[in-house]
Every structure is written in C-alpha cells, then in structure tokens.
C-alpha cells in the first residue's frame, strides 16, 4: 500500500479557489483503479494550508492515475509543497 501525505501552502484568499478547481481531479482518482482514498482539504488551523491524503494499492496504481491526463486546470501559485510518499508494510486496527 502507498500513502501519499502532505501539505501544500497557497495565499489565504487563494486556497477555496485552488480547493473548488481540484474537485474534479479528486473524483477521477475515487473512480481510478487502486485509489482507496484521496482528498485534499482546507487545514482548520491554517488559512494557507491544503492538507493532501490518498492511498493506493500500488505503485502501479498511482503512476497510472498520474500519467493518465486530466482536466486543465487554473491553479493558484504554490507558496510551498511538502508532500510525501510512503511505503506501508502492514495495517492493523488501532
């Protein structure tokens, strides 16, 4: 299973903007083969932060979704990304 993980920053006044123009992308990866979760999100704390979350089955899985094309999009600039990959070797119930 791979976690991709994250934060990205964007002005305050620009991030429902960014949010609204990536709706469509979190819908095609929901529908992708191997995407088990994906979303990105407005941090409750932070007025400049986008929270990034999505699970997939494989490798495979994410490099077909990222690869596939997509709807263009007008995205605000990034003020920063730290977005990360994460190899997760087992999964047990809290």
């Known amino acids: 299973m791979i976690i991709i993980a994250g934060a990205l920053r964007v002005e305050a006044?620009?991030?429902?903007r960014y949010l609204a123009a990536v709706v469509e992308v979190a819908?095609?990866?929901r529908?992708?083969?191997g995407c088990l979760d994906f979303i990105?999100?407005?941090d409750p704390l932070d007025a400049e932060v986008?929270?990034?979350?999505?699970r997939w089955e494989s490798d495979e899985d994410l490099?077909?979704?990222?690869?596939?094309?997509?709807?263009?999009?007008?995205l605000p600039p990034l003020l920063s990304a730290d977005v990360r990959k994460?190899?997760?070797a087992g999964v047990e119930a809290p």
């Open 50 to 54: 986008i929270r990034v979350y999505e």
């Open 86 to 88: 994460y190899r997760i």
């Open 13 to 16: 006044g620009d991030r429902e």
């Open 27 to 29: 819908r095609l990866a």
């Open 63 to 74: 490099l077909a979704f990222r690869t596939s094309g997509g709807p263009e999009l007008d």
């Open 40 to 42: 990105q999100s407005a």
């Open 31 to 33: 529908d992708a083969p």
